[in-house]
């Protein structure tokens, strides 16, 4: 049976990060659950679906085939073939994705895929109900936040590396405030710390600091295999 260490929280959190690091120190696969939502979202714009409708979005989220592959230590995502790559990162994704992801029919496609990914092994999830939804019975569950002034700055960072946007730190946090604002108050699977996850504020500390902390909750057996 597969270990999986659950990780929710809100954007800029440093779930991906976390995420990846851990899953490198101890051989898991990252997932990164969010982007499968973020393609959902990306195929409607492409395939000019109307996002005020949700008959409509849910329509299409069945048409939609992603295959999955385990690489280089993640799971990587394809459609028809091809890596979505920062296509699924601007700030247009971004605008659109909640209004997408609320829809049940679209979170229980994705969370089929995401409980199938245990066929891979062990995982590091990370996600918005990957504790509360996909994996409430791991032991291993947490929950990162950080002050919106701190995940504007590293969200816009991310954006002006990755070359994909240009927006203002303002910006940004109003983005990310109106992200969490529908993903805490949907009606299916809504964003929030579950009952029994370790939360991290990450405000103020490293990344390796959250790392540490993550590593040092995990169950004992789980370190020495």
Not at 184 to 207: F, H, M, N, Q, V
Request: proline letters at 4%; a negative charge; aromatic letters at 6%.
């Amino acid at each position: 049976m597969s270990n999986i260490i659950a990780i929710d929280g809100p954007s800029g959190a440093g779930k991906s990060s976390v995420s990846r690091i851990v899953g490198e120190r101890l051989g898991y696969l990252h997932v990164d659950s969010g982007a499968l939502y973020r393609i959902m979202t990306w195929q409607s714009l492409v395939h000019g679906v109307d996002l005020e409708s949700p008959a409509a979005i849910a329509a299409f989220a069945e048409t939609v085939d992603i295959e999955c592959r385990p690489e280089a230590g993640h799971i990587a995502y394809y459609v028809g073939g091809e890596a979505p790559g920062d296509r699924i990162r601007t700030p247009e994704i971004n605008a659109n994705a909640s209004k997408v992801a609320r829809e049940k029919p679209v979170r229980d496609k994705v969370t089929a895929i995401l409980k199938g990914m245990t066929r891979f092994g062990n995982l590091v999830v990370e996600g918005r109900d990957i504790t509360t939804a996909v994996f409430p019975d791991t032991p291993a569950r947490f929950y990162l936040t950080a002050s919106a002034e701190a995940r504007a700055v590293r969200r816009q960072k991310e954006e002006v590396e990755k070359g994909i946007a240009n927006q203002t730190a303002e910006a940004v946090k109003a983005s990310l405030l109106a992200r969490d604002a529908i993903d805490s108050t949907r009606k299916y699977a809504p964003l929030r710390k579950a009952d029994g996850a370790l939360e991290i504020d990450s405000s103020d500390l490293t990344l390796e600091e959250v790392v540490e902390t993550v590593m040092k909750a995990l169950p004992a057996e789980w370190i020495a295999s």
